[in-house]
Nanobody
């Protein structure tokens, strides 16, 4: 069992930056691919970015490429999402997720992730 806790959300103006963190506990962080998803009001949860447990492979949604960066520190059991040039359409609850995976594999479907955090709200004002 893996427990995930997100932090770092908040209110920011368009063009601003935020860094989200997701701390994992319960099992060794290594061996788990991680992902960030988001869900805006009235919309389905969507994939934002994923990272392999080795940290070498990433995959970004087109909507965030060039603006968001995912990273992980396996020694700290933490994955980060650095967000720049935020837009109002980035407003959503952001969730991190974990799934056991081969070292270089990135998972993109929410159905592939059995472990989820509680979410953190990101609001971007125009």
């Amino acid at each position: 069992q893996v427990q995930l806790v997100e932090s770092g959300g908040g209110l920011v103006q368009a063009g601003g930056s935020l860094r989200l963190s997701c701390a994992a506990s319960g099992r060794s962080f290594s061996g788990y691919a991680m992902g960030w998803f988001r869900q805006a009001p009235g919309k389905e949860r969507e994939f934002v970015v994923g990272i392999s447990w080795a940290g070498s492979n990433t995959n970004y949604a087109d909507s965030v490429k060039g603006r968001f960066t995912i990273s992980r520190d396996n020694a700290k059991n933490t994955v980060y999402l650095q967000m720049h040039s935020l837009k109002p359409e980035d407003t959503a609850v952001y969730y991190c997720a974990a799934a056991a995976a081969p070292a270089y594999y990135v998972k993109m479907r929410s159905s592939e992730y059995p472990y989820w955090g509680q979410g953190t709200q990101v609001t971007v004002s125009s």
